[in-house]
């Protein structure tokens, strides 16, 4: 999907402040977004949807001017709020009554509900540390590959209706694989899987390098150090 969230290579987006007193690292602002952080990773511990599902999700349901005035944990419960309500989990008249609930309330605080559930837990900690499922990434080289270290590929001009991984500037851009990163799951497939119950086979990753005068033009104001862009991408994105 060709939208707003696919902002790589963009013009006139304005500064991006990388001192270290604007750099947030991990660290969250509101007592919100440290509720709504956790949780994806016990949604997924319980296996109500899948990473790529949620990316898919979010760029389905929010409006591009929405999608970049809102706080990335905003993004995040979007996409949660919508799966929830597909799946059946939440019904979205009783939702949206509770949230009319706690925002007439002089101590919203109140409503946050102490529970306390190791099953759950352990499983949340088991997503962070190790992923969402055994089969999203394998460390070891795959067997067969389409491309070998120094093999000249070019990127496909794709534009999928629905979720990719594939930055569109990097599209028709031709470089040089140099390194095989093992296999994962396409996303592209991943995203329109049902929940769990079903996985896409994993294909071979590669890191392959582009020239930064290839990537953006004869015009590319050169730079000591960058003079080429490195990008994980997978089998099915090059020719």
């Known amino acids: 999907m060709d939208s707003v969230h696919d902002m790589g290579g963009f013009d006139n987006m304005g500064e991006i402040d990388t001192s270290p007193e604007k750099s947030k690292s991990f660290d969250l602002d509101t007592t919100w977004e440290e509720l709504v952080f956790p949780l994806l990773p016990i949604l997924y511990g319980q296996k109500e949807f899948n990473f790529n599902t949620n990316r ?65 837990t352990n499983a949340a900690l088991t997503v962070i540390e190790e992923g969402t499922s055994e089969r999203w990434r394998q460390e070891t080289d795959p067997d067969d ?10 990127v496909r001009n794709i534009h999928p209706t629905g979720h990719t991984r ?16 093992g296999t994962q799951t396409l996303p592209d497939e991943r995203a329109h899987v049902d929940g769990f119950g079903e996985y896409t086979e994993p294909e071979p990753v590669y890191h392959v390098e582009f020239d930064s005068e290839t990537v953006w033009g004869e015009e590319y104001e050169h730079a000591e150090g960058n003079e080429t862009i490195v990008i994980s991408l997978y089998e099915t994105y090059l020719k």
């Open 166 to 181: 594939c930055p569109r500037y990097i599209r028709g851009k031709t470089g040089k694989v140099i390194e095989i990163m």
């Open 145 to 154: 590959t389409q491309f070998e270290v120094g093999d000249e590929v070019t």
């Open 56 to 120: 898919y999700t979010i760029e389905k349901v929010m409006d591009p001017v929405y999608f970049l005035d809102a706080p990335y944990y905003e993004h995040w419960l979007a996409g949660i709020e919508t799966m929830l309500a597909e799946n059946g989990t939440i019904d979205p008249d009783e939702y949206q009554a509770r949230i009319d609930e706690i925002n007439a309330s002089d101590d919203p605080e109140s409503f946050i509900p102490e529970y306390v559930n190791p099953e759950i």
